[in-house]
Nanobody, 129 residues
């Protein structure tokens, strides 16, 4: 059974780069037809998809965040890495790593739902000086 675990600093200063790692166990991140997706939820707001990297390494980002987002992978460690640059307090949220099959990928727009795919437990990131 696949398991996903997010990790990274819980506090980031404004203008810095947020970097989170998703450690995947139980399945290779190169296995079709899965897309490894980053999603976040600010307190009191809806889930928002950030972007994803597919089993082949292709990436796609939410247009509203595209200019600040990078998603990469380390296949030797089975890690998926999110980097979000030039953060502001509006980037404060719980960040989730998720496995979404291709057939359900369209459901993440405009807002994802936790009933689709497999989710990590999430990690709180606060942007504050």
């Amino acid at each position: 059974q696949v398991q996903l675990q997010e990790s990274g600093p819980g506090l980031v200063k404004p203008s810095q780069t947020l970097s989170l790692t998703c450690t995947v166990t139980g399945e290779s991140i190169t296995t079709a037809p899965y897309y490894w997706t980053w999603i976040r939820q600010p307190l009191g707001k809806e889930l928002e998809w950030i972007g994803y990297i597919g089993y082949s390494g292709s990436t796609y980002f939410n247009p509203s965040l595209k200019s600040r987002t990078s998603i990469t992978r380390d296949t030797s460690k089975n890690h998926v890495i999110l980097q979000l640059s030039s953060v502001t307090p509006e980037d404060t949220a719980v960040y989730y790593c998720c496995r979404i099959p291709f057939a359900q990928l369209s459901t993440i727009e405009p807002h994802p739902t936790k009933t689709v795919g497999d989710w990590g437990q999430g990690t709180q990131v606060t942007v504050s000086s």
